[in-house]
């Protein structure tokens, strides 16, 4: 079978991205460890509002661990709890949410905080707010009719 030259070099380009691909994933994955935010912990969706840390929502100091803050989030049609929330400029923080009943986002407007909320999962993201100002939460997972008025906001201060 004649392969023209040009196809060889495309295909041979073809697959030399794709195990570039493979490879940069599997070091990620395995390697460093990187996950997906809402793939290991898991939760009883109905019982969310009597499960710690989700029977407290919001920011709390925490010692001996890698950040400094936790900041937890519930959402449900059609709002997070809580509904604003300060956090001290230069913090380390884990965001912690989960939804009580259908796929929500949690999507931090200006952050690359981007986490799909899924009911039963528990998602996780740790990040340092290194700048002054307000940062709003929105919904970008269409949740029924209200999803146009989910919204939060994080005001990060001095
Ligand atoms: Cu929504």
């Known amino acids: 079978m004649h392969i023209h030259k040009f196809e060889k070099i495309w295909l041979t380009f073809g697959v030399g991205a794709l195990l570039v691909f493979l490879t940069v994933l599997g070091v990620s994955a395995f390697y460093l ?3 997906p935010p809402s793939c290991l912990a898991t939760i009883n969706p109905e019982k969310v509002d009597t499960t710690a840390p989700f029977n407290e929502p919001g920011l709390k100091k925490v010692e001996g ?3 400094d803050y936790e900041l937890v989030f519930v959402a449900q049609a059609f709002a997070y709890t809580p509904g604003t929330v300060e956090v001290p400029l230069g913090a380390k923080v884990k965001v ?3 939804t009580k009943d ?7 407007a200006g952050t690359n905080i981007n986490m799909m909320l899924e009911p039963g999962y528990i998602s996780e993201y740790v990040t340092t707010f290194d700048k002054v100002g307000e940062y709003l939460i929105l919904c970008n997972e269409y949740c029924g009719t209200g999803h146009h008025m989910m ?3 994080i005001e990060v201060v001095e």
Request: zero cysteines; aromatic letters at 10%; a positive charge.
């Open 102 to 108: 259908v796929i929500h986002g949690f999507q931090v």
């Open 151 to 153: 919204t939060s906001k």
């Open 33 to 35: 460890g990187n996950q």
């Open 96 to 98: 912690i949410a989960t």
């Open 65 to 67: 661990k890698d950040w």
